[in-house]
């Protein structure tokens, strides 16, 4: 397998800039300094700012995006050529609101007429997935309480709650978007606060399965049709558990999520980074279709780690290299957040009764061992945890000041 500077050459890489990088944007600027690339984050707290080679730009997410566009300007200017990457949502629709007024020395896939908003929007890509014709849950839109109550009626209970544009959701109410609603009253409970907010909320109807039978497939698509990366996630734990980020996941070939994920993306048109997941139905083994994620998946680093050459070959491809033959994807790599998976520890081991706490803490923790990507936690790579516990040890301390003296 060729590194990085076999692949393109290390003097031909472009400028890699990665807007709100999260986990995925690390795993990729890791992989690309290794290969020689220049990479400059901007993100709001130096995070991936602390790995190793990389260079960036603190700048916080404001109302519009702030000072992003001044800061993309001043980055083209010292460079010849860019190509610029996301791996949050609100940076995906910020790129395509804004993608007429980016330097044009900088490659990107979003733009104004691109699929990205529709597929964004749960509602919209349902629509797409339904004319790809594919299986979809049944899915109803409310934006206001008087729009919910009728649909109670019909809906196919237990129906999970969640948003149309979960990044609106996160800054308003936090991560946990989902919700399993097993009857009108708990849906009403659910919706009341954000649909009086504003929000546009989705009852959609429940797939049965665990964790373990969510899928990904995640790809880069391309205006001709094809994918030159593909690899396929199948979760093992979630954070929230049930609808969530992926905690432990694992690679896997998934030959049906990845043909529905690619009937889909062909049916929208769209070009760029997509993880498209689907449910397994536990009693039947059909997979349905969930939702798509339009930017670099929070799993991105395991298509390096099972051999895929995920982030050397999207690089390749914004900026128009030719692109040899994919190369295998190694099935069962691991991957892990332990910075997400650790908040599942505590509710699954209280209930038990201590002389069975050893066996379910080991079952949890296997995993772990031999992983092929374990984000913030790398040790081989350790400055971006190291700021993570810097930043958690100021919290504390600051709360600790702040309490009553008796």
């Known amino acids: 397998m060729s590194d990085g500077r076999q692949e393109l050459g290390e003097a031909a890489w472009p400028h890699v800039i990665v807007l709100e990088p999260s986990n995925a944007g690390l795993a990729l600027a890791r992989r690309l300094v290794g290969a020689g690339a220049r990479v400059t984050v901007v993100e709001g707290k130096p995070i991936a700012a602390r790995s190793r080679g990389v260079e960036s730009v603190l700048e916080h997410h404001k109302a519009e995006g702030g000072r992003w566009l001044e800061v993309l ?212 083994d059909e997979r349905w279709f969930l939702e798509v994620n339009v930017r670099l998946p929070g799993q991105w680093g395991l298509g390096d780690a099972c051999g895929v050459r995920a982030s050397t070959r999207v690089v390749r491809a914004l900026a128009g290299r030719p692109l040899d033959q994919a190369p295998p994807l190694r099935p069962g790599v691991r991957f892990v957040q332990p910075d997400l998976d650790w908040r599942n520890v505590r509710p699954t081991l209280a209930p038990l009764p201590l002389h069975r706490r050893p066996a379910a803490a080991w079952r949890l923790a296997r995993p772990y061992f031999g992983a092929g990507e374990l984000g913030l936690f790398d040790l081989r790579d350790p400055g971006p945890l190291l700021a993570v516990l810097r930043q958690f040890a100021r919290r504390r301390v600051a709360r600790v000041l702040k309490r009553p003296v008796d």
């Not at 610029?84 to 007429?100: F, I, K, N, P, Q």
């Not at 597929?119 to 839109?141: C, E, H, I």
């Open 73 to 284: 300007h001043e980055l083209s200017r010292g460079c010849e050529e860019g190509v610029l990457l996301t791996a949050t949502d609100r940076g995906s629709a910020w790129l395509v609101r804004e993608s007429e007024r980016l330097p044009p020395n900088l490659r990107h896939f979003e733009a104004r007429d691109s699929a990205h908003m529709a597929l964004m929007d749960k509602q919209r890509a349902d629509v797409v997935a339904r004319r790809a014709g594919v299986r979809v849950p049944w899915t109803a839109q409310a934006s206001s309480v008087e729009e919910l109550e009728p649909l109670l009626d019909r809906a196919p209970w237990p129906c999970v709650v969640k948003p149309v544009l979960s990044h609106e959701w996160r800054e308003r109410f936090g991560a946990k978007r989902s919700f399993l609603a097993g009857d009108p009253d708990e849906a009403r409970r659910l919706l009341a606060e954000p649909l009086a907010d504003g929000f546009r909320m989705l009852l959609s109807q429940y797939i049965p399965g665990g964790d373990e039978d969510v899928e990904e497939g995640i790809v880069v698509r391309l205006a001709d049709g094809s994918y030159p990366v593909q690899f396929g996630v199948r979760k093992l734990r979630q954070y929230p558990r049930g609808f969530g980020e992926t905690a432990v996941g694992e690679s896997a070939p998934l030959p049906e999520t990845m043909e529905l994920a690619k009937r889909v993306l062909d049916e929208a048109g769209f070009v760029g980074v997509a993880g498209v997941e689907t449910k397994r139905h536990a009693d039947t």
